[in-house]
């Protein structure tokens, strides 16, 4: 199996800026993709950016700009950095990876969530 623990999140004001970091644990052989989403009250959870392992990104375009994704491929760590941020940020944002497992076994893997709360 494979886990992944988010941390970083907190309270902003509006034009702050956070770091996410996700570090990925467990029977890893290997980590394809690595991103982030985000959900907001009452809506449904949205794509916020990814990450290949050879570092292509993608990024929604509500976020393009104003946050990066990088990781770490010897820490199994991806992080996203936030900048710039305005209340419609604010959501419980999930880091996620598709990864195999020294068992062969090929899966996306979700965090637990980490709040993020920017107040105008």
């Known amino acids: 199996q494979v886990q992944l623990v988010e941390s970083g999140g907190g309270p902003v004001q509006a034009g702050g800026a956070l770091r996410l970091s996700c570090a990925a644990s467990g029977s890893i052989f290997g980590i394809d993709a690595m991103g982030w989403y985000r959900q907001a009250p009452g809506k449904q959870r949205e794509l916020v950016a990814t990450?290949?392992?050879?570092?292509?990104?993608n990024y929604s375009d509500s976020v393009k700009g104003r946050f990066t994704i990088s990781r770490d491929n010897a820490k199994n760590t991806v992080y996203l950095q936030m900048n710039s941020l305005k209340p419609e940020d604010t959501a419980v944002y999930y880091c996620n990876c598709n990864a195999f497992t020294w068992l062969g076994v090929h899966g996306s893997y979700w965090g637990q969530g980490t709040q993020v709360t920017v107040s105008s």
């Open positions: 990450i290949t392992s050879g570092g292509g990104t």
